[in-house]
């Protein structure tokens, strides 16, 4: 996609697009080389309101300075935010960096708090649209066509759309929001113009023909009614025809669905959109994206423990799996073998699977961290727990296995593993042994890490806090059952 680049005239940068990451970055890193500071920089979106006003003259660029890759990944996000500060709180953390490249790992200085939660306000409005977005489907002059409308809060088309190309790519669909409409045909994603709700398709038989395909299709075990009213605000409502089936479908036994998927596959227009559904079935396009992810996962360089490590060490499990363990990090033996929890922990964590019941084989298993972060003591490698930003920069990764699995349940195991999935400090004691909400909707379970349950000194406590851990791990399974009932 070509786009313009910023204009800088004196201190005021006017950006092409009020999500252009690239054109940020390059103005910011010129006026930071230049130490201009934040309170002279005007920062713009063509056609849109500035945020604030300066004066001073630019200097010309000098070589730029390197930032974390946590930062430009927390830019990245950012950027996308409507807040019309957004590019002079960053280009302000640029300037920080600038002088502390550890700036960021303060959790507690407003500033970075302030950006984290622009960031997280953009990737709940990211994972909205991958969840809540309806294709309607239309007989174009060309053949079929899904096309969908969307109102994001945020700028977050365009870094929203590689989901529906990996998800959708068999179908040729279209993306209509009020500030732009993508575009795929199967081969090629492109950009038009924005368009207004009446653009899209509606009303019957269209609407009626869609209300059938969500009924056929809806699926329980992904329910989460408390979750899904809470999280789908009743703004997405209108959008969504199957929303007035939510009530009998959550009344409706499981058999009637399946007569009604029968019944109504045979229908006009309906059969396409049944049949792209199953595509993204495991062993579909969710299989091929997830083997893309795990190719981009093994080059991953988003902080610096690759450079130690001995390869990535990604989850594993079958994709349709009810539960989602998380855990810390790979240990020694996981970073040889290139899997997680294969070393001690694992062990014990299998020995605890068998005694709830579980089969590890239908779980899924992945870990918040993707590399071993150690400390060379002679010739032993000794464990260090990852730090903030290490939690944060892996953090993407996570995401992306969880957009793609959606487990019905997650389980967080130690304080990483919750840090990383609720996006802050979580006390395992204050919440352990009751499901709680992810901020992506998903229900998550938090217990304990099986590392710490090797490390109790004391023989009874020992057992006692490894048969809570089973006790836990029991209630995850009829939880999980529960809900694919
Ligand atoms: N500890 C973890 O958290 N994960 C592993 O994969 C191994 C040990």
Redesign the pocket.
């Known amino acids: 996609m070509l786009r313009d680049g910023p204009m800088i005239d004196a201190h005021r940068v006017t950006l092409p697009a009020p999500d252009d990451f690239d054109g940020w970055r390059d103005a910011a890193r010129d006026l930071a080389e230049a130490g201009v500071p934040a309170s002279a920089v005007v920062w713009q979106v063509e056609g849109g309101e500035a945020d604030l006003f300066g004066t001073a003259t630019m200097q010309p660029a000098a070589p730029s300075f390197p930032v974390p890759r946590a930062f430009v990944e927390l830019a990245q996000a950012v950027v996308c935010h409507s807040d019309p500060e957004r590019f002079a709180l960053l280009y302000a953390m640029l300037l920080r960096l600038k002088s502390n490249r550890q700036a960021l790992d303060d959790a507690a200085d407003p500033l970075v708090r302030r950006l984290q939660d622009l960031a997280k306000a953009v990737r709940r409005d990211i994972h909205k649209m991958h969840a809540f977005v309806r294709f309607r489907e239309i007989e174009a002059p060309d053949g079929a066509r899904f096309v969908a409308f969307f109102e994001p809060e945020h700028h977050i088309v365009r870094r929203a759309a590689n989901f529906f190309v990996n998800r959708f790519t068999a179908m040729r669909w279209s993306i209509l929001t009020p500030e732009l409409s993508i575009h795929w045909d199967g081969a090629t994603l492109s950009e038009g113009p924005g368009a207004a709700r009446a653009d899209a398709p509606a009303g019957d038989p269209l609407e009626e023909t869609w209300r059938t395909y969500y009924a056929s299709i809806f699926n329980p075990a992904r329910l989460k009614v408390g979750a899904m009213l809470k999280e789908m605000p009743k703004k997405y409502w209108r959008n969504m025809p199957e929303t007035s089936l939510v009530q009998p479908l959550i009344a409706g036994a499981r058999q009637r669905e399946i007569d009604m998927i029968d019944a109504s596959a045979v229908k006009d227009g309906l059969k396409h959109a049944l049949e792209a559904e199953r595509r993204v079935e495991p062993g579909g396009n969710l299989r091929a994206s997830w083997e893309a992810l795990l190719k981009d996962a093994r080059k991953c360089t988003r902080c610096d423990l690759y450079r130690h490590a001995t390869q990535t060490?990604f989850g594993e499990g079958p994709l349709d799996a009810s539960i989602m363990f998380v855990?810390?990090?790979?240990?020694d033996q996981?970073d040889i073998a290139g899997r997680?929890?294969v070393?001690p922990?694992?062990q014990l964590f299998d020995a605890a699977l068998e005694k709830a019941g579980i089969d590890r084989s239908t779980v899924y298993v992945t870990?918040a961290v993707k590399h071993f972060k150690f400390e060379q003591r002679g010739k032993k490698r000794i464990h260090s727990k990852p730090g903030a930003g290490e939690i944060e920069a892996c953090r993407w990764w996570i995401g992306q296995e969880r957009d793609l699995i959606r487990p019905p349940v997650t389980v967080a195991?130690g304080a990483t593993a919750a840090r990383s999935l609720f996006d802050k400090v979580v006390t395992i004691s204050k919440v352990r042994g009751e499901p709680q909400t992810l901020p992506d909707g998903g229900e998550c379970w938090i217990t304990v890490?099986p590392?710490f349950l090797l490390r109790i000194p004391e023989e009874d406590r020992r057992h006692e806090e490894r048969a809570l851990f089973v006790r836990d791990l029991k209630r995850i399974k009829e939880r999980a059952a529960e809900l694919a009932a």
């Open positions: 060490v855990g810390e990090q790979p240990g996981e997680p929890f070393g922990a694992g870990n195991l890490h590392s």
